[in-house]
């Protein structure tokens, strides 16, 4: 089993639907994160959550809100995207965020489609 | 501010040789962190290998090896016989010393592993 594991892989919606990603972390890490990856970018921090609080919002459009309900879960809601939000979005957690020397580890990601 | 920069958009090598992969940052920080991360095609995001900016020796796990050269602000990745499965994209990344520092990353390289 996986560390981090992140579902749906692949998601295509429309403009006008709600959907949510979902991301489960087994590594008793006590950091969430949400990445979003575009093509010939660099990786896009979104959201950091720490001890289920969210500590880092990187400028990121409402149209994207996230969820931690605790350490282990991580949601991100969508609703009313745009085609430029089409990318791979990644999670990621860790022991704990804001400590230098601690990598993150990744799941998956969702390959998102918006129509 | 921080900023990590990787060069080779992409690489061919041929199997079972050594493999280099450049990144240079910069930080007006004497504290940081710096991580290789490796992307297959699959989108997971594996976490290779840390060097910390104080660690007086150069980090090693198996076949991965960082020359880190602090004066030139240099923590080029080397894989040393290298595999097919080596081929993706790998990702140079730092996080600066102060709790709200985010690790940021570099655009990455693709590196393919030729027969």
């Known amino acids: 089993e996986t560390g981090v594991t992140q579902t749906p892989r692949h998601l295509v919606m429309g403009m006008t639907n709600k959907k949510s990603l979902k991301c489960e972390q087994h590594?008793?890490?006590?950091?969430m994160y949400w990445y979003k990856q575009s093509a010939k970018k660099p990786l896009e921090l979104m959201f950091v959550?720490?001890?289920?609080?969210?500590?880092e919002n990187n400028s990121v459009p409402s149209r994207f809100s996230p969820e931690c309900p605790n350490s282990s879960h991580l949601f991100l809601h969508l609703h009313t995207l745009q085609p430029e939000d089409s990318a791979l979005y990644l999670c990621?957690?860790?022991?704990?965020?804001?400590?230098?020397?601690?990598?993150?580890?990744f799941g998956d990601g969702t390959r998102l489609s918006i129509l | 501010a921080q900023k990590i920069t990787q060069t080779q958009p992409g690489m061919f090598v041929q199997e079972k040789e050594a493999v280099t992969l450049d990144c240079t940052y910069d930080?007006?920080?004497?504290?940081?962190?710096l991580f290789w991360y490796k992307q297959p095609s699959s989108g997971e995001m594996i976490f290779l290998i840390y060097?910390?900016?104080?660690?007086?020796q150069n980090a090693t796990e198996g076949r991965y090896s960082l020359n880190f050269q602090k004066a030139r602000k240099s923590a080029n990745l080397v894989i040393s016989a290298s595999q097919l499965g080596d081929s993706a994209m790998y990702f140079c990344?730092?996080?600066?010393?102060?709790?709200?520092?985010?690790?940021?990353f570099g655009k990455g390289t693709r590196l393919h592993i030729l027969p």
């Open positions: 959550y720490n001890f289920k609080e969210q500590t």
């Open positions: 990344a730092m996080r600066g010393p102060n709790r709200d520092d985010k690790i940021i």
């Open positions: 060097q910390g900016s104080y660690d007086q």
């Open positions: 930080t007006s920080d004497p504290s940081y962190g």
């Open positions: 590594l008793g890490h006590n950091a």
């Open positions: 990621a957690s860790s022991q704990e965020a804001g400590v230098r020397n601690q990598p993150q580890h």
